[in-house]
């Protein structure tokens, strides 16, 4: 698809001894890569039990856990808690409730440090399949690699610039597409009076 957004010949395989196949083999990965931090991608997300490791910085954070090695960007840390009960089914309420106060944490130096014991972590896995892809990803996807390839295998700036455009303009609709689809709820602003008044911080 990316060859033929720059009028290349096709290639049946990225170990073809041609030069399509060696500058699509050197951009294919590392823009994969590349696509896990372009948005927050509902489809992307997944979460996993994180794994205690030796805390360095006990002063400041009670755990240090090792970052999942397909973790992209995390986005969120998740408690233990009890079976609910009872929960709303809709109004202006966050889903989950822990969201209605973000549980802290910092990802620095490979790790992830946070004040909550056995952490759950939510984040953006990494891509190593393009067939996972939706189809506006795809899309956008072809074309940001069309413009990669387009002055080692054509010589073609203007060629590249064009690609470029294009590949702009697609990631965009990808990811308003994505977020249209999921809905996404504004945070709602909790003021430091609230929490104050529901105790919260009173022990900092």
């Not at 609709?173 to 709602?188: F, M, S, V």
Request: hydrophobic letters at 50%.
């Amino acid at each position: 698809m990316a060859l033929a957004e720059i009028a290349s010949g096709p290639i049946g395989d990225v170990s073809d001894n041609s030069i399509e196949a060696r500058e699509v083999s050197r951009f294919f990965g590392p823009l994969l890569a590349e696509v896990s931090l372009w948005s927050d991608w509902s489809w992307a997300v997944t979460r996993a039990v994180l794994v205690e490791t030796t805390n360095d910085r006990p002063a400041e954070w009670t755990h240090a856990y090792v970052v999942p090695a397909n973790c992209a960007r995390p986005l969120a840390v998740r408690q233990v808690q009890d079976d609910a009960q009872v929960l709303p089914l809709g109004g202006p309420y966050p889903f989950p409730l822990q969201d209605s106060v973000p549980l802290a944490f910092l990802h620095e130096g490979g790790l992830i440090y946070s004040n909550v014991c056995s952490a759950t972590l939510v984040f953006v896995a990494t891509l190593s399949d393009p067939a996972v892809l939706p189809p506006l990803v795809q899309r956008a996807f072809a074309l940001e690699l069309a413009a990669r390839v387009a002055i080692p295998i054509r010589k073609d700036t203007a060629l590249a610039r064009a690609a470029s455009t294009a590949a702009e303009i697609a990631r965009a609709r990808a990811i308003a597409d994505d977020e249209n689809q999921r809905g996404l709820r504004p945070a709602r602003y909790v003021s430091e009076a609230a929490f104050a008044r529901a105790g919260i911080g009173s022990d900092l």
